[in-house]
């Protein structure tokens, strides 16, 4: 029974997201309606961790917007989410970030995922 359950799940979930991990910097493109008119508003910031699989996946990004830690969460599933764009790879050893929270500045630097070049 789960496994049917499972399967449905997997049908209605999005896979046009790039993969992106705890760690990286993206742009998460938001739909936000006020009254009749519908725009689109980016929130830019470091993913601090994914939780849950199937429909009920979220992620958490966190930015400095007016010297303050701004945090939201995004289900991976809503029609809300129209995309997420990845600015730069986070090399991270965790998978949940929660320890930028206390750290400014410098401190809440993260290193950039080295890529291999092509000779």
């Known amino acids: 029974m789960s496994d049917l359950l499972h399967q449905l799940d997997m049908e209605d979930a999005r896979d046009d997201l790039p993969d992106f991990a705890p760690g990286d910097t ?7 309606r006020e009254g009749q008119k519908e725009r689109i508003q980016v929130f830019q910031g470091v993913c601090l961790g994914r939780r849950g699989s199937g429909m009920g996946a979220t992620f958490t990004v966190r930015k400095r917007s007016g010297g303050i830690g701004v945090e939201r969460v995004f289900p991976v599933n809503a029609p809300t989410v129209g995309g997420v764009e990845i600015v730069r790879r986070g090399r991270v050893r965790r998978a949940k970030l929660y320890y ?5 500045g410098k401190a809440a630097r993260i290193r950039e995922k080295r890529t291999v070049r092509p000779n």
Request: charged letters at 40%; proline letters at 0%; zero cysteines.
């Open 100 to 104: 930028l929270r206390g750290r400014r």
């Open 26 to 32: 993206i742009k998460v493109l938001y739909r936000v």
